[in-house]
């Protein structure tokens, strides 16, 4: 399916962390900003905050759809917007991939012309075929000739996409892409997302009020309050980060890891999956031996305990030194145990960590039951 595309076209992560680009703004309206940030090739950055907090003013201002008072975008060093220098590159100059929640499809077209519509920079010969491309990228091989109203939310989705990708961009914005799917069509497009970013090596910014989704898809989260950056840092590291509010209402103190499924034991219903913790055993997933998933593990479903006990259910005892302690309201605790090339946290009370004397620095033992082992947003 994607080996109809070009690698001229659609170039495969080669560049993965060159800084792409760059964004400052300095404005009391429509919604405050007051943050700066860069963007880099082949990541996935989360924007994550209440509604009001910039998160698609952001966006808008990226794609050229808003010009703030007071800001500076530049793409692979090319200035696309100064306010003090009153440089003003227009949306339809940038390349510029943007994925609404809403589709903002051509209701008249098909398919296929929707998706040639975003390659007016080709020959009109090869917008056909390049469009064909695309849309089995997405997985609609056989839905060329189809117009908006003969498809599902999914596979409007999929255009979308498909059209945004038409412009070879040098940065993908996908503005609360699922929000208005079902769970089960939402599961399927993060599939489609997770093949993506394998292949581009452009910057990819996901705007979403579901942390799940960021927790899945995302490889570094920047956390709006009011137009302000509160948090920022890999996905692991914000997932833990009790202390922010809307982090702790939005989902549970864990640790996310990457995961490689190696093998399946059918008969007793696990995946057997390599972690930067270690082996672990888990839920049956929807993924073949060998795919790359991400995968979370709660801080509350972590045990921590002296030696390996005897006779428990739970699957998975992995062996690390505890790396800090921090204490929370109620009595409880938040412990990072280092386990390999990996922080594991773990939740529990203040008198476990009396009476097992934790400190940094001491060996422990972290069991972890399978059935904690998940996949967000699955």
């Not at 910039?54 to 759809?65: P, S």
């Not at 399927?188 to 997770?194: F, G």
Request: glycine share 6%.
């Amino acid at each position: 399916m994607a080996d109809t595309l070009s690698s001229e076209r659609l170039p495969v992560r080669a560049e993965t962390g060159r800084e792409v680009v760059t964004f400052e703004a300095r404005t009391a309206s429509p919604i405050p900003l007051d943050l700066a940030f860069s963007l880099r090739a082949g990541e996935v950055t989360g924007l994550f905050g209440a509604s009001g907090s910039g998160k698609t003013t952001i966006l808008r201002t990226i794609a050229g759809l808003w010009c703030p008072a007071r800001a500076r975008v530049t793409c692979n060093r090319a200035v696309w917007y100064d306010s003090e220098r009153r440089i003003h590159v227009p949306p339809h100059r940038r390349r510029v991939g943007l994925v609404f929640q809403d589709y903002a499809l051509f209701p008249h077209m098909t398919a296929a012309a929707n998706v040639a519509a975003a390659l007016t920079h080709l020959p009109k010969a090869e917008r056909e075929a390049r469009a064909r491309a695309l849309l089995a990228l997405v997985g609609l091989q056989g839905f060329e000739q189809r117009r908006p109203a003969e498809l599902s939310g999914g596979q409007k989705q999929r255009v979308a996409v498909a059209r945004a990708l038409a412009r070879d961009p040098e940065v993908l914005l996908l503005d609360e892409p699922f929000s208005a799917l079902d769970r089960a069509v939402r599961v399927a497009l993060y599939r489609e997302i997770e093949a993506l970013r394998t292949r581009l090596a452009c910057p990819i910014v996901l705007v979403t009020h579901d942390f799940e989704e960021v927790a899945r898809l995302a490889d570094r989260v920047i956390v709006l309050q009011r137009g302000r950056m509160i948090a920022e840092g890999d996905v692991g590291t914000i997932s833990a980060r009790a202390d922010i509010p809307i982090i702790a209402a939005a989902a549970e103190a864990g640790t996310v890891l990457v995961a490689t499924l190696v093998e399946v034991l059918q008969e007793r219903r696990l995946a057997v999956l390599d972690t930067p913790a270690g082996r672990l055993l888990a839920p049956l997933f929807d993924a073949a031996p060998g795919a790359r998933l991400r995968v979370r593990i709660p801080s509350r479903d972590v045990i921590l305990a002296d030696r390996v006990p005897e006779g428990l259910s739970v699957h998975n005892a992995l062996h690390g030194t505890v790396a800090e302690i921090a204490p929370r309201p109620g009595a409880v605790a938040d412990v990072a145990v280092a386990v390999g090339d990996a922080l594991l946290r773990a939740q529990v009370m203040e008198d476990a960590v009396a009476r097992l004397g934790l400190v940094p620095g001491r060996p422990v033992v972290a069991l972890v039951k399978s059935v904690a082992v998940t996949v967000p947003g699955a």
